[in-house]
């Protein structure tokens, strides 16, 4: 199993532009989330799905969006970046609660910088 | 929502010695309390966790307890050694809501000198 990935790695934008972070897992894992990482304030919820075609926001939605076609696939879309959106994006997959075990793998991350 | 913080914010210990990590929350209904470790440069990784009807859990030099009376948990590393330099977070849920989601503390940052 290859469990979490993510591409790309790493990215520069120019402000204003838009792109799509790629998260893929192989687990058969219904709950999917999205995090941003910024120093000194943890891992904050971005997005998250606890199945195809149902997407709910976290702590931190505004300027992103989502959507789940697969069980396999959740791709964090950026509209218009902002400098604002500088972080370290990680992506992560579980079990539902209700299926027990509620670890969650995260993806590498991929390391965002808008200028 | 759910609030965890997370004391202190960094933590330096000399090797062999004993370290405590300390988080509070706020919803009394979470149930299910992860910790995360996270080496530099690397993704978050579960290294134990815990869940409401139990008061602690042990895997080898790590542990964690529970008092869901004060609402707040600790992780506890004895005998500390320089791989255990990380960060570390804490994290609390609803495990058992469907759309339960894991709020995690701010993390703290291990240093452990040889």
């Known amino acids: 199993n290859a469990g979490v990935t993510q591409t790309p790695k790493f990215q520069v934008l120019k402000t204003g532009q838009s792109m799509t972070l790629q998260c893929a897992q192989d687990?058969?894992?219904?709950?999917m989330s999205w995090y941003r990482q910024d120093p000194g304030m943890g891992l904050r919820l971005i997005h998250y799905s606890v199945g195809a075609g149902i997407t709910d926001q976290g702590e931190v939605p505004n300027g992103y969006n989502v959507s789940r076609s697969t069980t396999e696939d959740f791709p964090l879309r950026l509209l218009s970046a902002a400098p604002s959106q500088t972080s370290v994006y990680f992506c992560a997959s579980s079990r539902l609660p209700g299926q027990g075990y509620r670890e969650q793998y995260f993806g590498p991350g991929t390391r965002l910088t808008v200028t | 929502g759910e609030n965890v913080e997370q004391h202190p914010s960094t933590l330096s210990v000399q090797e062999g010695d004993s370290a405590v990590i300390k988080c509070t929350y706020s919803d009394s209904a979470s149930n299910y309390f992860p910790w995360y470790k996270q080496e530099l440069g690397k993704r978050p990784q579960l290294i134990i966790d815990i869940r409401s009807n139990v008061g602690e859990k042990k895997d080898q030099r790590i542990a964690v307890t529970l008092n869901k009376t004060a609402k707040h948990f600790s992780l506890h590393i004895t005998e500390t050694q320089p791989e255990d330099s990380a960060v570390y977070f804490c994290a609390a849920s609803r495990a058992t809501d469907s759309w339960g989601k894991l709020q995690f503390g701010a993390g703290t940052q291990v240093v452990v000198t040889p």
């Open positions: 687990m058969n894992h219904e709950y």
